[in-house]
């Protein structure tokens, strides 16, 4: 199997040690080391790929951390930069009465931030499967244009291009802003994964079919489609499919969407599908890829953390 390439933040979440409350009454917080488009990584890592992460951190004890937790569970970190001119990004969460995270970032700047297009090398995308990332690390600053040098390589070398959006809108100045940043790299992407909470910021409409001939324009070919217990859809020009969640009892559902994505380019990989394939990805392989991500989402929420929740692939077997 090829690699897969995930870029984007790498941070540490602070984890709250109680929940029903407000952020600024929780008395306690452990580290965890996070962001999304590595917990991709780690989901692909688990089930037997290989995969590297492009990202920048700080020269402190956070970036450390996370240099020793990643390499320990297999990502590949020998594209992660370090600087001495911001910190590590920082994330305070808290589970709210209401069940709702509610999120404080330490990263004005953060290191990741301030990653440079000219750090990304081309012969770095030599024989990938595919490139992931999200939308936290695309403000107007630096990382936004490494993005786009690393899918200008990646395209060139006829990776699958994956974006799923990870709305964060604490990290904005405007919704606004967050969602012409969305609409100006969406067309970039083969594989584009959006969840129901996320379709109606995104697009402006409330149901899925309504929305796709504004989602499948540019590089998009397949659309990924999650409703968290209802289940996911998969959607091409030609060919839809749907594949119910297992009903599990979940402890932890940090990370669930990023494991999702990881598990269903990992089946894509696995299957050797090519940028080529995309539009003929049939009904049936869709609904076989839609399983297997419910499924390791399944398995992965009965545990807490992320990376460290999600199951091998023997474990899934």
Request: hydrophobic share 40%; net charge negative.
């Amino acid at each position: 199997m090829k690699k897969l390439f995930a870029i984007g933040e790498a941070l540490i979440d602070f984890i709250p040690e109680e929940s029903g409350k407000e952020l600024r009454y929780v008395s306690g917080f452990q580290p965890k080391v996070g962001g999304a488009p590595a917990n991709v990584c780690g989901a692909y890592v688990k089930l037997g790929g290989e995969g590297a992460l492009i990202t920048q951190l700080g020269a402190d004890p956070f970036g450390d951390k996370i240099v020793e937790e990643f390499t320990e569970c297999g990502i590949d970190c020998s594209h992660v930069k370090r600087t001495e001119k911001a910190n590590t990004s920082l994330a305070f969460v808290a589970l709210k009465e209401d069940g709702n995270r509610e999120f404080s970032f330490y990263r004005k700047p953060g290191a990741d931030m301030m990653m440079e297009a000219k750090d990304i090398e081309d012969s770095w995308f030599t024989d990938v499967f595919a490139l992931h990332f999200c939308s936290v690390s695309l403000g107007d600053f630096p990382m936004k244009e490494a993005h786009k040098k690393a899918i200008d390589c990646g395209l060139r070398s006829r990776a699958v291009i994956s974006f799923d959006p990870n709305i964060r809108l604490a990290l904005w100045e405007n919704p606004e802003a967050l969602r012409n940043v969305i609409w100006e790299f969406a067309p970039m992407a083969h594989v584009l994964k959006i969840s129901d909470e996320e379709l109606e910021f995104i697009t402006g409409e409330t149901d899925i079919k309504t929305a796709l001939p504004k989602l499948l324009q540019g590089n998009t070919k397949v659309v990924i489609y999650t409703r968290g217990a209802d289940g996911a859809e998969c959607y091409t020009e030609h060919h839809s499919a749907f594949s119910p969640t297992e009903k599990v009892t979940a402890v932890d559902t940090t990370g669930a969407g990023d494991g999702f994505i990881g598990a269903f380019l990992f089946c894509m990989a696995r299957d050797g599908v090519t940028v080529e394939d995309l539009s003929d990805l049939s009904s049936e392989k869709m609904t076989q890829y839609l399983t297997f991500a419910n499924k390791f989402c399944g398995r992965s929420v009965t545990k807490h953390g992320a990376i460290a929740s999600y199951p091998s692939l023997a474990e899934m077997e």
